[in-house]
């Protein structure tokens, strides 16, 4: 079956702007996770939805947000750019909640790398 | 505060040797650990896992150990092949407690020399 799809991949924006990320679920999975890699930090978690629900959030700034739509898509949100924004953002989908405990292997997508100038 | 430390950035190693990944933590809670595989342009890939009721688990090539008491856990690859060329995540949750998101470690570069 299909695997995460991330659209878009590539991204550039300037200082100021907001941008739109998309991710596309494996079919079936009802969890969608947000990450942010950097060089620096590696990955960190941004927030997971479930069931069109927030399930837990990282220590992100209110400028990152997302929202999860009932065919389990899920969209992440940055508002007021800014150039520490760049980063390497992946999805990962899993078939139950993966902060319920439930431990359900993440599937991730590839990732769609955002510039910020 | 970093609570999943991978120490070494890059690790180089023969073909057909062995490869060994190291990654320590700091919270005492976390109970369950998975190694997720890197290639560029994609997304890691889960390569295996170990719960804290285990100091050891195998699959195939791939090698997970844990020490509880010293907080450390490590992934041995045997032998290595140039494929594995790949940057190797540590992670780590908490499992039964619930709720908790996965932490990533900042990643080890292998490369796998032919």
């Known amino acids: 079956k299909a695997g995460v799809t991330q659209t878009p991949r590539y991204l550039i924006k300037t200082r100021g702007q907001q941008v739109t990320l998309s991710c596309s679920p494996i079919?079936?999975?009802?969890?969608v996770s947000w990450y942010q890699q950097t060089p620096g930090q590696g990955l960190q978690f941004l927030f997971e939805?479930?069931?069109?629900?927030?399930?837990n959030k990282g220590n992100f700034p209110g400028r990152f947000s997302g929202r999860q739509f009932s065919n389990s898509r899920s969209e992440m949100n940055v508002s007021t750019l800014e150039l520490g924004d760049s980063a390497l953002y992946l999805c990962a989908s899993s078939l139950r909640s993966g902060t319920s405990g439930g431990g359900d292997t993440q599937y991730f997508g590839p990732g769609t790398r955002l510039t910020v100038l | 505060d970093q609570q999943v430390k991978q120490n070494s950035p890059s690790l180089s190693v023969q073909e057909g040797r062995i490869s060994i990944l190291n990654c320590d933590y700091t919270n005492s809670m976390f109970d369950y650990f998975l190694w997720y595989k890197k290639y560029p342009a994609e997304g890691p890939t889960f390569l295996i896992s170990i719960s804290s009721i285990k100091d050891k688990n195998e699959d195939g090539r791939f090698t997970v150990f844990l020490n509880k008491s010293a907080k450390h856990l490590s992934l041995h690859i045997v032998p290595s092949q140039p494929g594995d060329s790949a940057v190797y995540f540590c992670a780590a949750k908490q499992l039964r407690t619930g709720n908790t998101p996965l932490v990533f470690g900042k990643g080890t570069r292998l490369s796998v020399i032919a």
């Open positions: 079919s079936g999975h009802r969890s």
């Open positions: 939805y479930f069931s069109e629900t927030q399930r």
